[in-house]
């Protein structure tokens, strides 16, 4: 099972996120949530963490039809997209693979989760490929 499509951006933080969440657009899906990891850990606890964001994205149409399938997807919602400094300059890019969601409550014999599935997986890939480009 795969957990995430996995890039590389040669981009600035707030670049990287912009770029990001421009691909995601124009598969339907928008940012519902920011959490700037390291500043969280910083003001709570005090201890540095490099630059870490995770995204939460949700295209409301493919979330809408798992809700009405079965509202306990919501435990597995929005799709999370983490943005990570590399040792190497730039910014690791991780998108949630759409299997690591349908393996983690056994829908995957649901037909209609495999429906859902396939395009979110679709419209991810393309994401992930816009963003390799």
């Given at each position: 099972m795969q957990m995430s499509f996995d890039l590389h951006l040669?981009?600035?933080?707030?670049e990287s996120i912009d770029q990001i969440t421009a691909a995601l657009k124009v598969e339907g899906f928008g940012i519902l949530t920011r959490i700037d990891v390291h500043t969280t850990f910083k003001q709570k606890i005090d201890?540095?963490?490099?630059?870490?964001?995770?995204?939460?994205?949700?295209n409301p149409r493919i979330a809408w039809k798992a809700?009405?399938?079965?509202?306990?997807?919501?435990?597995?919602?929005?799709?999370?997209?983490t943005v990570e400094a590399a040792a190497r300059g730039g910014y690791d890019v991780s998108i949630i693979h759409p299997d690591l969601l349908l393996g983690a409550m056994g829908f995957?014999?649901?037909?209609?989760?495999?429906?859902i599935h396939e395009e979110a997986?679709?419209?991810l890939g393309r994401v992930a490929k816009s963003l390799r480009s």
């Open positions: 040669e981009l600035g933080l707030e201890e540095d963490f490099r630059e870490y964001v995770i995204l939460g994205s949700c809700f009405n399938h079965d509202a306990r997807v919501g435990l597995l919602l929005p799709c999370n997209v995957g014999e649901d037909p209609v989760f495999a429906a997986l679709d419209r």
